[in-house]
T-cell receptor
């Protein structure tokens, strides 16, 4: 069984500030980990993924995440927030290719001018 | 290339009525998934088709939900009879078996409101 914990439901940052969205997971087997983003009125879009290669993964739009097995974490970061980053972000885990995703509750990111 | 399309985008029905949601995956994608998000909660897996076969339907809540994918193309999810707790956003996603691990392509979702 697997699960994902995303603490909090909303994060607000100033434009240009660091973005840090936390994700902790639980999995009985080596996990595949993902961050998806949902912009208003759109479907979910893959931001980045970890599939047992490099522990620091880079995604689209300047986001990156680091897999830390010892901490069972996969936190998402971006050095400098942009207004266009305002969206809902979901962390997810799966056990393999084409396997079902288990999502966290999601966290809404707001960016202040 | 057209993305995953879902219809209707929003449906409002009375308790006890029937609703059918439709999903058209990206052409050529063998894998089709249904997920649901109840307000304030996480997105939860409902089921997974590989072509026309149900690979995993462990997330289907009960027998009021029926999913089909005849011919391995589009899929429908029927709720009959609908209950209040069925309200939420139903997402469809697809991927190619040979594609990138975990890169599901999602539709915009069908919002179901049961009154």
């Amino acid at each position: 069984a697997q699960s994902v914990t995303q603490l909090g439901s909303h994060v607000s940052v100033s434009e240009g500030a660091l973005v840090l969205l936390r994700c902790n997971y639980s999995s009985s087997v080596p996990p595949y980990l993902f961050w998806y983003v949902q912009y208003p009125n759109q479907g979910l879009q893959l931001l980045l993924k970890y599939t047992s290669a490099a522990t620091l993964v880079k995604g689209i739009n300047g986001f990156e995440a680091e897999f830390k097995k010892s901490e069972t974490s996969f936190h998402l970061t971006k050095p400098s927030a942009h207004m266009s980053d305002a969206a809902e972000y979901f962390c997810a885990v799966s056990t393999g290719a084409n396997s079902k995703l288990t999502f966290g509750k999601g966290i809404t990111l707001s960016v202040r001018p | 290339e057209a993305g995953v399309t879902q219809f209707p985008s929003h449906s409002v029905i009375e308790k006890g009525q029937t609703v059918t949601l439709r999903c058209d995956p990206i052409s050529g994608h063998d894998n089709l998934y249904w997920y649901r998000r109840v307000m304030g909660k996480e997105i939860k897996f409902l089921l997974h088709f590989v072509k026309e076969s149900k690979q995993d339907e462990s997330g289907m809540p009960n027998n009021r939900f029926l999913a089909e994918r005849t011919g391995g193309t589009y899929s429908t999810l029927k709720v009959q009879p609908a209950e209040l707790e069925d309200s939420g956003v139903y997402f469809c996603a697809s991927t190619n078996t040979a594609g990138v691990v975990g890169e599901l392509f999602f539709g915009e979702g069908s919002r179901l409101t049961v009154l």
